[in-house]
């Protein structure tokens, strides 16, 4: 029975039973899957994906990879290229973040705990215990908030797996949304066809990239490093939520969540962070070039796609700016042209050949001062490949 001297009980109390009835094991990942689904498909059901889709990306998939073999410079083995709907690219998404939130989540409730330990002992006890079970459980909820809505968003206008430039898990198919992809060949009057090849490239050339282990590896250091820099901001203000000792000001501030996400949300500034946008940025528009450089081989239509995704790129979206965020990537206009300058640098310098060597190795990938200046990122790979 609730204590009815206890103001805390009735509030939280509640708020414990919703968090807490979401079955499974990982509540802020059942309310993430949940709000996910529901941004990205508007809250109404999606139909399968049409078998012509299929058939239409199984045969330009081949063709694709013999070009994007040749640009990076070896032999590749084939690539699976999986038609999906939005929904369930939005869940795969989170799937595939799951491990690092985890992580987050962890070290997020050992931090809260310890800071509840030591406001229970500074009250002399004075601290409702249902205030610690809410202070626990709020940090994961919100986080399952943050990366839920960041999926949705992103499955609303994400061609393919490389909406954002990281590595995905081992052994998971390079993705495209067939309905996004019509979508996007429908606004800007394109051949569907065409953007279908232009498509199936980008996430090819992204699975490649991105799917080596060494390129894996040293992307998903630097986002651990960013991401837990990014949300630090999140400790604040889960202490003010939880610390707060009265009611109606707890409830106030839980009345508006959208004001709370709006001020986890902040633009990356750290060293990492940085260094995280300086290598996605680099990959993400060598990805663009190899793209761009097959659509203008096998269609007519090139120049008109490659300036309608630079268009699509540089518009500011909820999804992308969102998720950039959460994990401390800057993901703005000015980094993609940033990117296509250092592109561009190397390309007039070294050519296709230096320009491959990019993706030949985690280390290769440029720090924030070499992407400004892509001779000295080649003077440097130069010295690594002198050294025995």
């Known amino acids: ?20 009835g979401q079955g499974g094991s990982t509540p802020w990942l059942d309310s993430a899957k949940a709000l996910a689904v529901n941004v990205a498909t508007g809250d109404e059901p999606e139909g399968n994906v049409d078998p012509l889709d299929r058939m239409a990306f199984e045969q330009v998939g081949p063709i694709v990879t013999l070009h994007v073999a040749e640009l990076v410079g070896s032999p590749l083995a084939p690539v699976t290229v999986e038609p999906i ?10 799937q595939a973040w799951t491990p690092m939130v985890e992580q987050v989540v962890a070290a997020q409730s050992a931090a809260t705990g310890q800071s509840m330990a030591q406001f229970s002992e500074e009250g002399e006890g004075l601290i409702p215990p ?10 994961p909820m919100m986080l399952g908030l943050q990366f839920g809505s960041a999926a949705g968003h992103l499955a609303e206008r994400a061609l393919g797996s490389y909406a954002l430039p990281l590595p995905w ?47 894996a590896r040293r992307v998903t250091e630097l986002l651990q490093s960013a991401m837990t820099e990014a949300l630090a901001n999140q400790a604040s203000v889960i202490e ?38 300086a290598a996605t940025t680099a ?27 630079r268009r699509h790129r540089t518009t500011d979206a909820k999804g992308e700016q969102s998720a950039g965020s959460l994990f401390g990537l800057d993901l703005s206009a000015g980094e993609v042209d940033r990117g296509a300058k250092f592109v561009a ?16 190795d985690g280390n290769n990938l440029p720090t924030p001062a070499e992407l400004d200046a892509p001779g000295l990122w080649l003077e440097r790979i130069a010295l690594a490949e002198l050294e025995p």
């Open 130 to 139: 249902i205030l610690g079970q809410f202070a626990a459980m709020l940090g």
């Open 1 to 20: 029975m609730s204590d009815m001297s206890n103001p805390f009980d009735g509030l939280l109390g509640d708020l414990l039973k919703i968090i807490g």
């Open 85 to 94: 709907t939005r929904a369930a690219w939005a869940l795969a998404q989170l």
């Open 345 to 360: 640098g190397v390309l007039d310098r070294a050519g296709n050949e230096g320009l491959a060597k990019l993706v030949a």
């Open 169 to 215: 898990p081992e052994h998971t198919p390079t993705y495209v949304v067939p309905r996004n992809v019509a979508s996007f060949a429908n606004d800007w009057s394109l051949p569907l066809d065409d953007v279908r090849l232009f498509v199936a490239t980008r996430e090819i050339a992204g699975a490649v990239s991105l799917g080596t282990p060494s390129i």
């Open 240 to 277: 003010r939520l939880s610390g707060s000792g009265d009611p109606e000001a707890l409830q106030a501030m839980l009345s508006d969540p959208e004001s709370i996400l709006a001020e986890l949300v902040i633009p990356a500034t750290s060293t990492s962070s940085a260094s995280l946008t």
């Open 283 to 309: 990959l993400a528009a060598f990805l663009d070039h190899l793209a761009t450089t097959v659509t203008s081989r096998l269609t007519l239509s090139h120049s008109l796609i490659t300036e309608a995704w």
